[in-house]
Each structure stands twice: as C-alpha cells, then as structure tokens.
T-cell receptor, first 114, second 114 residues
Framework: DAGVIQSPRHEVTEMGQEVTLRCKPI?????LFWYRQTMMRGLELLIY????????DSGMPEDRFSAKMPNASFSTLKIQPSEPRDSAVYFC????????????FGQGTRLTVV | DQQVKQNSPSLSVQEGRISILNCDYT??????FLWYKKYPAEGPTFLIS?????DKNEDGRFTVFLNKSAKHLSLHIVPSQPGDSAVYFC?????????????FGAGTILRVKS
C-alpha cells in the first residue's frame, strides 16, 4: 500500500476562497483523522471518522470547516470561506482499528491563505 | 485545555549522549501512549508506544517510561545520533468512552549535534 495520500501538497489561496483538501486512507483502515499543525498548538485533532461516520468533530474550529467521508477510500476537509489564520499544515491519518491504534499519517497539505 | 503537554519546545544533545524527552498528561482515562517523530515536510511517523498497564517499553535505542501516578512519560534515546534530529510528538489515547482518537502534545524539537 502506498500509505495515506493527501492532495494537494501545497495550496495558496486568497482570503474568502473555498479550499478543499483531499485524503485517501490506507486500504482496510477503519479510522480516519484530520489534524492541523500550527506552531502555537502543535497537532490538533479536528475530526475523526470510524467506518466513514463522523464520530467526534469537537476540534473543528468553526462552521467554516466541514469534513466528509463519502466512502472508505476518500475524505475531504473543506474551508469556506478561508481566512489567513487558517494557514497551517493539515494532516490526514488512518488507523486499522481500535486495538491497533498506531495512526499512519500522510505527508500533509501546507495551506497558505493570503 | 491541553491534555497532553510537552513543556520543552526544544532540546539540544551531543551525539552519543542520551536524549530525554518528557511529556505530561492530565486525563487519567488515557490508556495508551505513543511517540511520533516528524522530519520537515513529512508526516509524523510512529516511533514507540506503551500501554498504561506497563511502566517501560524498549525498542532498540528507544525506551519509553510511564509513571502513571505522576501522569508523566518520557522517551529516552541512547545513544543519540544526528539522524534523530526531528520534532518528537507525544500522543495519548482515551478509553472506550473516549473513542479511538489520539491527543497530541505540541512537540519537542530535538537537535543532535555531531
């Protein structure tokens, strides 16, 4: 397996625009996580899914953020409208099941909102 | 409310010496702890873990110690090598009622000088 695949690797957008980040988890993994990394807060969990169902979205900062997982092999994180303070590296990760907790991370998407 | 804290933003160690990275947590329901390593422009990668029923786990040069009464864990790297220079994240997982999400600390930058 190629691991967790995220796209794009880099995204530069203007304030107010919609941004969509994409993730393909490792095949067979039941859990998918979206994290955001900032200098101030480190790795923050935004939302996670179990078997495509959102379980906990308490980390989503505002209503401007939304995430979907239409099937087991694809998830999106959308920001609409984007703001400069959303600039960060966004990581997607997946894990096999609850027992095998080790989460495998993608390479991340570096988002810059100008 | 940061439930996992890494109070040292950075650590500098001479090659061949021991590196000790520390992590404190506040939630007594955490039952599993992990350390991740992150190189620039890459996603975090799993390094070592420990269950709350143990107090030590060793894997080659890496050893994790858990002190449940103090809610403290540490990662020891012996001997330290220049290739160990990276950001190290401590993570914790809650019990069944907490789901399978991992809560991360803010990270510690380790620099190993040759």
């Amino acid at each position: 397996d190629a691991g967790v695949i995220q796209s794009p690797r880099h995204e530069v957008t203007e304030m107010g625009q919609e941004v969509t980040l994409r993730c393909k988890p490792i095949s067979g993994h039941d859990y998918l996580f979206w994290y955001r990394q900032t200098m101030m807060r480190g790795l923050e969990l935004l939302i996670y899914f179990n078997n495509n169902v959102p379980i906990d979205d308490s980390g989503m900062p505002e209503d401007r953020f939304s995430a979907k997982m239409p099937n087991a092999s694809f998830s999106t994180l959308k920001i609409q409208p984007s703001e400069p303070r959303d600039s960060a590296v966004y990581f997607c990760a997946s894990s096999l099941d609850r027992v095998n907790t080790e989460a495998f991370f993608g390479q991340g998407t570096r988002l810059t909102v100008v | 409310d940061q439930q996992v804290k890494q109070n040292s933003p950075s650590l500098s160690v001479q090659e061949g010496r021991i590196s000790i990275l520390n992590c404190d947590y506040t939630n007594s329901m955490f039952d599993y702890f992990l350390w991740y390593k992150k190189y620039p422009a890459e996603g975090p990668t799993f390094l070592i873990s420990i269950s709350s029923i143990k107090d030590k786990n060793e894997d080659g040069r890496f050893t994790v110690f858990l002190n449940k009464s103090a809610k403290h864990l540490s990662l020891h790297i012996v001997p330290s090598q220049p290739g160990d220079s990276a950001v190290y994240f401590c993570a914790a997982r809650g019990g069944w009622e907490y789901g399978n999400k991992l809560v991360f600390g803010a990270g510690t930058i380790l620099r190993v000088k040759s």
